[in-house]
């Protein structure tokens, strides 16, 4: 979602002081510390891998194989060919009373290590047919026989009752492009924006790049590829993410709301009660693995390495790279409210607090008639100032501080129970949203702890939502999380009819504990600076929401087209009219097919999308002309997101190239050129990933609005969307006031009209009324 803002910006990081003596490292030893990285991950991940290592077999079969050998040999026969015997021969003689007990011993080594051939053998096999993407190019509705086959495969080799992490050592790494591929895609992505002469230009740069430099970078690329578990996602979080010396606020953070039309309960300490149990409950289950690894088709694993990091993490400022903390456990929150700190234990005698006990000490903080201490209401403003700035305070606050700061850091998350309502409300539906989006993406630049992995904001009239630190992991992640968080307090734990929290409370529990903070003078100063430039970002931020219900998923599907590129090349549309121009488009995908793969871009603005829009600015062409070319455009969405999902997109693989550059010294003007660009037009889908914890049909206002994120120009727009049900879809625009190109508003009735007149192309869509064939244009 940010990550567009911070795929722009990561470049300065690479060219400054700092940076270019860590870079000046030789690239033989950055690789060699990439694959050292992935193996402490592994072995910190010991005892879930062993659990899981053996995975689809179970130790239940080791057992069950031993026992099978013993019987074997008890019948006198020798399913080893004489291994065993020479087995036993090795053993040291404990005497002949022994010698049935080195007969034991003999069997159970011989059973373990073919039970660890076999389950080796079961995860190159699985680890083979993983590797298989040929069901990504199947039509709409229909499979071939090798597809067919490759299932059925991958059925019996998958095992049953897979825990989250259960597939992880069978997953494929992610492959390296060849650069031809790469370039010859590149240039096929920017035709539509450039000129002929700019064009020619470009093409020329990367014609002298695959003849002079793209073989030596590709090779380390290839090096990298065999020895660490993914060739750039530990250079994509370092660099583009650790690296940004940035506000968090706004460029690497997105948000997450609540249910669009209800809120199930007006009792603000009640709301967070659940909440954070259910929170709490999810991290429960992600400690035990009982959270179902996602799976594509029923069938193909996705990564669940990013799941490790959801709880008990913060992002630490440091001069010139951050790096990301996180904790095995921790047992309390951070909760902010009028300016003042707490931490709020969440267990009690190493049981989790029930909701009617969290929403005790929660109402507890509110009652608290305390005001907050000098500079202590507006300390977090600092966690949205640059980040070497903050580094700096940091240090000293560290030491004036610790106790305070470390129950911040340290905390499962933060909660930030606001003073002010927030939602969807009747006498003015649109600005209510576009608060809503605003107070969660940047609040008031003061009441969020921005480097906290998620904070959980609660308003006062129950109103909830999610602000979401970006390096750690990216949507798909933290919205898994959201889903099974809001289906879980609403639908399983409920509210009594008073609106609180079902139970009792617990009379003998602590009061929440205040946090002191004794701030030094020389940090005052601080904090008012941040203050001022963290207000000053926020009220540049222009957010607009709207849920679209004139059609939604069902109305797409009766067309037989994908949701997501239906809804891409509209926004190409919407975008022209709003512009008169085309432009650069990010929209992220996910590579989690692959061993810790993140994220790709789809570049969506295809030569086939602008033949398409200037068709439909065409009056000349007709509707049947124009829906073929949307077919085309819609086709061509299609086979890129399916590339980019299969490790074979652009732009990771020209970043990758692009550090290894970097840290050859080696001037690549071509390289220079890809990570110049600015991205106009940032747009993201967030997928409902749980549909079966809610009820879409009979409470369709029961589904998260989604969620967005900041632009990733100055004057360029964030878009995101989602299919609310089958009948909404909701987007999230963002923009700059401070541009005079841009207008959130003015693009949102664009996207509107431009969906409504791709719908009218269809038979299926005819009832709808046109923008372009209305009283606007009779005249």
Same mark, same amino acid.
């Given at each position: 979602?940010?990550?567009?803002?911070?795929? /722009?910006?990561?470049?300065?990081?690479?060219?400054? *002081?700092?940076?270019?003596?860590?870079?000046?490292?030789?690239?033989?030893?950055?690789?060699?510390?990439?694959?050292?990285?992935?193996?402490?991950?592994?072995?910190?991940?010991?005892?879930?891998?062993?659990?899981?290592?053996?995975?689809?077999?179970?130790?239940?079969?080791?057992?069950?194989?031993?026992?099978?050998?013993?019987?074997?040999?008890?019948?006198?026969?020798?399913?080893?060919?004489?291994?065993?015997?020479?087995?036993?021969?090795?053993?040291?003689?404990?005497?002949?009373?022994?010698?049935?007990?080195?007969?034991?011993?003999?069997?159970?080594?011989?059973?373990?290590?073919?039970?660890?051939?076999?389950?080796?053998?079961?995860?190159?096999?699985?680890?083979?047919?993983?590797?298989?993407?040929?069901?990504?190019?199947?039509?709409?509705?229909?499979?071939?026989?090798?597809?067919?086959?490759?299932?059925?495969?991958?059925?019996?080799?998958?095992?049953? $009752?897979?825990?989250?992490?259960?597939? %992880?050592?069978?997953?494929?790494?992610?492959?390296?492009?060849?650069?031809?591929?790469?370039?010859?895609?590149?240039?096929?992505?920017?035709?539509?924006?450039?000129?002929?002469?700019?064009?020619?230009?470009?093409?020329?740069?990367?014609?002298?790049?695959?003849?002079?430099?793209?073989?030596?970078?590709?090779?380390?690329?290839?090096?990298?590829?065999?020895?660490?578990?993914?060739?750039?996602?530990?250079?994509?979080?370092?660099?583009?993410?650790?690296?940004?010396?940035?506000?968090?606020?706004?460029?690497?953070?997105?948000?997450?709301?609540?249910?669009?039309?209800?809120?199930?309960?007006?009792?603000?300490?009640?709301?967070?009660?659940?909440?954070?149990?259910?929170?709490?409950?999810?991290?429960?289950?992600?400690?035990?693995?009982?959270?179902?690894?996602?799976?594509?088709? #029923?069938?193909?694993?996705?990564?669940?390495?990013?799941?490790?990091?959801?709880?008990?993490?913060?992002?630490?400022?440091? /001069?010139?790279?951050?790096?990301?903390? @996180?904790?095995?456990?921790?047992?309390?929150?951070?909760?902010?409210?009028?300016?003042?700190?707490?931490?709020?234990?969440?267990?009690?005698?190493?049981?989790?607090?029930?909701?009617?006990?969290?929403?005790?000490?929660?109402?507890?903080?509110?009652?608290?008639?305390?005001?907050?201490?000098?500079?202590?209401? @507006?300390?977090?403003?600092?966690?949205?100032?640059?980040? *070497?700035?903050?580094? %700096?305070?940091?240090?000293?606050?560290?030491?004036?501080?610790?106790?305070?700061?470390?129950?911040?850091? #340290?905390?499962?998350?933060?909660?930030?129970?606001?003073?002010?309502?927030?939602?969807?409300?009747?006498?003015?539906?649109?600005?209510?949203?576009?608060?809503?989006? @605003?107070?969660?993406?940047?609040?008031?630049?003061?009441?969020?702890?921005?480097?906290?992995?998620?904070?959980?904001?609660?308003?006062?009239?129950?109103?909830?939502?999610?602000?979401?630190?970006?390096?750690?992991?990216?949507?798909?992640?933290?919205?898994?999380?959201?889903? &099974?968080?809001?289906?879980?307090?609403?639908?399983?734990?409920?509210?009594?009819?008073?609106?609180?929290?079902?139970?009792?409370?617990?009379?003998?529990?602590?009061?929440?504990?205040?946090?002191?903070?004794?701030?030094? *003078?020389?940090?005052?100063?601080?904090?008012?600076?941040?203050?001022?430039?963290?207000?000053?970002?926020?009220?540049?931020?222009?957010?607009?929401?709207?849920?679209?219900? @004139?059609?939604?998923?069902?109305?797409?599907?009766?067309?037989?087209?994908?949701?997501?590129?239906?809804?891409?090349?509209?926004?190409?549309?919407?975008?022209?009219?709003?512009?008169?121009?085309?432009?650069?488009?990010?929209?992220?995908?996910?590579?989690?097919?692959?061993?810790? #793969?993140?994220?790709?871009?789809?570049?969506?603005?295809?030569?086939?999308?602008?033949?398409?829009?200037?068709?439909?600015?065409?009056?000349?062409?007709?509707?049947?002309?124009?829906?073929?070319?949307?077919?085309?455009?819609? *086709?061509?969405?299609?086979?890129?997101?399916?590339?980019?999902?299969?490790?074979?997109?652009?732009?990771?693989?020209?970043?990758?190239?692009?550090?290894?550059?970097?840290?050859?010294?080696?001037?690549?003007? &071509?390289?220079?050129? /890809?990570?110049?660009?600015?991205?106009?037009?940032?747009?993201? %889908?967030?997928?409902?990933?749980?549909? $079966?914890?809610?009820?879409?049909?009979?409470?369709?206002?029961?589904?998260?609005?989604?969620?967005?994120?900041?632009?990733?120009?100055?004057?360029?727009?964030?878009?995101?969307?989602?299919?609310?049900?089958?009948?909404?879809?909701?987007?999230?625009?963002?923009?700059?006031?401070?541009?005079?190109?841009?207008?959130?508003?003015?693009?949102? %009735?664009?996207?509107?009209?431009?969906?409504?007149?791709?719908?009218?192309?269809?038979?299926?869509?005819?009832?709808?009324?046109?923008?372009?064939?209305?009283?606007?244009?009779?005249?």
């Amino acid at each position: 979602m940010a990550e567009a803002h911070q795929a /722009v910006g990561f470049r300065p990081s690479l060219t400054s *002081d700092a940076g270019e003596v860590e870079l000046g490292a030789p690239v033989l030893q950055e690789i060699y510390l990439s694959g050292l990285r992935s193996w402490k991950r592994h072995l910190s991940r010991f005892w879930n891998d062993f659990l899981t290592g053996v995975f689809p077999a179970s130790p239940l079969s080791w057992l069950f194989l031993f026992s099978a050998i013993q019987l074997a040999c008890f019948l006198q026969l020798d399913p080893s060919l004489g291994l065993m015997e020479k087995i036993k021969e090795s053993l040291p003689d404990w005497g002949g009373q022994h010698h049935r007990l080195r007969g034991v011993l003999a069997a159970a080594l011989f059973a373990s290590c073919l039970w660890g051939a076999l389950i080796f053998t079961l995860h190159v096999a699985l680890r083979l047919l993983l590797s298989y993407h040929g069901w990504l190019l199947e039509p709409h509705g229909g499979m071939s026989s090798p597809t067919k086959t490759w299932l059925a495969l991958v059925r019996i080799f998958s095992g049953r $009752h897979p825990m989250l992490f259960s597939y %992880q050592r069978s997953l494929p790494r992610q492959p390296v492009p060849s650069v031809q591929d790469t370039v010859r895609k590149y240039l096929e992505s920017v035709r539509p924006v450039l000129s002929d002469e700019d064009f020619d230009w470009t093409a020329g740069l990367a014609q002298e790049f695959v003849k002079l430099q793209a073989s030596l970078l590709q090779w380390y690329l290839q090096l990298k590829s065999w020895w660490a578990s993914n060739y750039v996602s530990d250079w994509w979080e370092e660099f583009v993410y650790l690296r940004s010396r940035n506000s968090l606020m706004v460029n690497s953070n997105y948000y997450m709301m609540d249910f669009l039309y209800v809120t199930p309960t007006p009792v603000q300490a009640a709301r967070a009660g659940n909440a954070v149990h259910a929170l709490l409950l999810y991290r429960h289950r992600l400690d035990r693995q009982e959270i179902l690894p996602t799976l594509l088709m #029923g069938m193909r694993p996705l990564c669940s390495a990013q799941y490790e990091k959801i709880f008990n993490t913060t992002r630490i400022p440091g /001069v010139h790279r951050d790096h990301i903390r @996180h904790l095995r456990d921790s047992r309390h929150v951070a909760v902010f409210h009028r300016g003042r700190f707490f931490r709020v234990g969440t267990h009690s005698q190493n049981r989790l607090l029930s909701p009617r006990a969290l929403e005790q000490q929660f109402q507890r903080i509110l009652d608290d008639p305390s005001p907050a201490c000098p500079h202590e209401e @507006h300390l977090a403003a600092l966690t949205a100032a640059p980040r *070497d700035t903050w580094a %700096q305070v940091r240090r000293s606050l560290k030491t004036q501080a610790q106790g305070a700061l470390e129950a911040v850091e #340290g905390a499962a998350f933060f909660v930030s129970l606001d003073s002010e309502p927030a939602g969807l409300t009747r006498e003015d539906p649109a600005a209510s949203l576009d608060a809503y989006a @605003h107070a969660l993406l940047a609040g008031r630049g003061h009441d969020r702890w921005f480097d906290k992995s998620f904070s959980l904001i609660v308003f006062s009239n129950g109103k909830l939502g999610l602000s979401v630190e970006h390096s750690w992991a990216d949507c798909p992640i933290s919205g898994h999380m959201w889903e &099974f968080t809001l289906a879980t307090e609403c639908f399983q734990l409920g509210y009594s009819a008073d609106g609180h929290c079902k139970g009792h409370p617990d009379p003998s529990l602590p009061q929440p504990q205040r946090l002191h903070w004794d701030l030094p *003078d020389k940090i005052h100063l601080s904090i008012s600076l941040a203050l001022r430039a963290a207000k000053t970002l926020s009220g540049n931020i222009d957010c607009h929401v709207f849920p679209f219900s @004139h059609f939604g998923k069902s109305f797409i599907k009766r067309c037989h087209l994908s949701s997501d590129s239906f809804i891409q090349t509209a926004l190409q549309l919407a975008h022209f009219r709003d512009r008169g121009q085309f432009c650069l488009t990010y929209e992220s995908t996910m590579t989690r097919l692959f061993l810790e #793969g993140r994220t790709e871009t789809v570049r969506s603005c295809t030569r086939e999308a602008c033949n398409f829009v200037r068709a439909m600015e065409d009056k000349e062409k007709t509707d049947a002309q124009c829906l073929a070319l949307f077919r085309l455009a819609v *086709d061509k969405h299609q086979a890129l997101l399916k590339a980019a999902m299969s490790g074979q997109g652009v732009d990771r693989h020209l970043f990758a190239l692009y550090i290894v550059s970097q840290f050859l010294h080696l001037q690549s003007p &071509f390289l220079d050129q /890809v990570h110049s660009e600015q991205w106009q037009l940032a747009t993201s %889908q967030i997928p409902v990933q749980q549909i $079966h914890l809610f009820d879409v049909h009979n409470y369709p206002d029961y589904v998260s609005s989604g969620g967005g994120f900041g632009p990733a120009d100055d004057h360029g727009y964030g878009v995101s969307y989602m299919f609310m049900g089958d009948d909404v879809i909701t987007f999230h625009i963002s923009s700059k006031k401070s541009s005079t190109r841009t207008d959130s508003h003015r693009l949102g %009735q664009r996207i509107q009209d431009a969906l409504l007149d791709v719908a009218t192309l269809f038979p299926e869509g005819q009832h709808l009324k046109r923008r372009g064939l209305g009283e606007e244009d009779s005249g």
